[in-house]
């Protein structure tokens, strides 16, 4: 059964960097889709974007392009979210999904709270 | 970028009775539409893809459908444990939105 594991939450300073992981097992790492998504305090999902851990291949939502980062290392079937300069509007509930060929996210982690404040 | 507006925000309704929720988008979707439910603490759960196929383990009291702009996820006949929030979302050409949500709260 497959299951994504996500790393646990993180308490930053304002302008630090960070790095964020899900790690995926029971399955082909390189056969799916793997999104990321946010949740703000409150507030609703957001998609943030997706990766292709088989090629690397990106694509971010226009409003998260340029603010993160998301790669996968298929040695370790771990996909990753990171910053390089942490606002405190970062501040949220992250998840990782698998998604499938028509469109939705069947198997989700567990959610990284990232907490950003100074 | 594709806009999904969910309504109504909020539903109140007793056990028993049957939820409609509604999913409307900017522009035409080709038909991945995707509804997930989320209680409080806990990572959304995917109950609908495809508009209208039910996720592994979903209850057949959960229905999709729509085409075009406008979907409906319908709970026939609700049991307290879905009093949640509910969310539609779509992806056109590997990029995808939700909806804000409707919470459906007992009344």
């Known amino acids: 059964e497959l299951q994504l594991v996500q790393s646990g939450a993180e308490v930053k300073k304002p302008g630090e960097s960070l790095k964020i992981s899900c790690k995926v097992s029971?399955?082909?790492?390189?056969?799916?889709?793997i999104a990321w998504v946010r949740q703000m305090p409150g507030k609703g999902l957001e998609w943030m974007g997706i990766?292709?851990?088989?090629?690397?291949?990106?694509r971010y939502s226009p409003s998260f392009s340029g603010q993160v980062t998301i790669s996968a290392d298929k040695s370790i079937s771990t996909a990753y979210l990171q910053w390089s300069s942490l606002k405190a509007s970062d501040t949220a509930m992250y998840y990782c999904?698998?998604?499938?060929?028509?469109?939705?996210?069947?198997?989700w982690g567990q959610g990284t709270m990232v907490i950003v404040s100074s | 970028e594709i806009l999904l507006t969910q309504s109504p925000a909020t539903l109140s309704l007793s056990p028993g009775e049957r939820a409609t929720l509604s999913c409307r988008a900017s522009?035409?979707?080709?038909?991945?539409l995707a509804w997930y439910q989320q209680k409080p603490g806990q990572a959304p759960r995917l109950l609908i893809y495809?508009?209208?196929i039910r996720a592994t383990g979903i209850p057949a009291r959960f229905s999709g459908s729509g085409s075009g702009t406008d979907f409906t996820l319908t709970i026939s006949s609700l049991e307290p444990e879905d009093f949640a929030v509910y969310y539609c979302?779509?992806?056109?050409?590997?990029?995808?939105?939700f909806g804000q949500g409707t919470k459906v709260e007992i009344k």
């Open positions: 979302q779509q992806r056109d050409n590997w990029a995808g939105t």
């Open positions: 029971g399955d082909s790492f390189t056969n799916y889709w």
């Open positions: 999904a698998r998604l499938i060929s028509v469109g939705g996210l069947d198997i």
């Open positions: 990766i292709y851990p088989r090629d690397s291949d990106t």
């Open positions: 522009q035409s979707v080709s038909g991945y």
């Open positions: 495809d508009t209208s």
